[in-house]
């Protein structure tokens, strides 16, 4: 039986466009998806899956001959603020049940992102660097924090081969908006081809690393391929693209939509994002493995609303 590559999380925000690129390099019969939700919108073979129900996993894995693994299964930061304990749960369980199939020799290699909310209000907030103060002040920045020391354990430890990448914000049009911090940046555009406006959670000048989506699955793929001896962090690299505001996106989104308004009405999520960097230091990452990102704020604007614009009704776009 030939080996196979598993996605759990298949059907989020990240999922739903890693497994179509998977796919696309691998063969649909070399990849599986799972997600807790049935389906997930691809050719390839779909198991449903709670990541908490680790023997439902260990079958999965035996059943299709599962060598690699992308955990992505997880509640985002502003969900996991209203289900503490559920975000607990959830982020660890998931992982333990991965890492310790790898530390069994099940498995030989684990893809599990990390994120900026493992950063805090203490945290260099210009050009954070890839080893100081984090401090996470959300149950999402906890578990990511703690899930990348326990990575870093279990590779020093047991020897498994697990990476991963603190993700900034991301950015795709292939799926809607998760409960993240950062979705207003998935959802301005949204609403600027549905509706021409957009109500923002988030302060005009709210400055957050983002990357788009096509970036942050070519940095996840060419870290999983890179040779293992040139992948010297096994916490989690730093990943970085650009950074803006949502004044900074609505005046570019503006270039294409004229008319388009943006109004503001602060939520929970402004404490959230106030706690977070401005921008990230990701020279470990271009160094070790040659990352480099390809989209700057103008190229992702004139992307995004292109691919949006078929799934509305349509507003004038230059």
Request: charged letters at 25%; proline letters at 4%.
């Amino acid at each position: 039986m030939k080996n196979r590559i598993l996605v759990i999380g298949a059907g989020g925000q990240i999922g739903s466009e890693l497994i179509m690129e998977l796919c696309r390099i691998f063969g649909n019969d070399s990849v599986v998806a799972a997600d807790i939700k049935p389906g997930a919108g691809t050719d390839c073979p779909f198991e449903t899956l709670d990541v908490m129900n680790g023997k439902a996993m260990l079958d999965i894995i035996k059943k299709y001959n599962i060598r690699e693994v992308y955990l992505l299964a997880a509640l985002l930061s502003a969900t996991a603020e209203k289900f503490p304990d559920k975000a607990w749960q959830l982020n660890m369980e998931g992982l333990f049940h991965v890492l310790n199939l790898a530390k069994e020799k099940i498995i030989d290699k684990i893809f599990w992102p990390s994120s900026i909310a493992v950063f805090g209000f203490n945290t260099p907030k210009q050009n954070t660097p890839q080893f100081t103060v984090m401090e996470p002040s959300t149950v999402y920045g906890i578990s990511k924090q703690a899930g990348e020391r326990w990575c870093e354990y279990y590779y020093r430890r047991y020897n498994v081969d697990v990476r991963s990448l603190r993700y900034p914000g991301l950015i795709g049009y292939r799926s809607a908006p998760g409960g993240g911090t950062t979705d207003y940046a998935v959802h301005i555009f949204h609403e600027a081809i549905a509706k021409g406006s957009y109500e923002c959670f988030l302060k005009e000048d709210t400055v957050l690393p983002m990357m788009y989506m096509e970036d942050a699955i070519r940095a996840t793929l060419t870290l999983m391929q890179e040779d293992a001896g040139r992948v010297k962090i096994r916490s989690a690299y730093n990943l970085a693209a650009i950074s803006f505001s949502p004044r900074q996106i609505a005046d570019e989104i503006k270039k294409h939509i004229p008319g388009f308004k943006i109004t503001y009405k602060t939520d929970s999520r402004q404490e959230i994002a106030e706690s977070w960097p401005q921008s990230i230091d990701d020279s470990y990452a271009r160094e070790h493995w040659g990352w480099k990102h390809k989209y700057d704020l103008k190229a992702m604007t004139a992307d995004m609303l292109t691919n949006i614009k078929a799934l509305h009704s349509p507003v004038t776009v230059k």
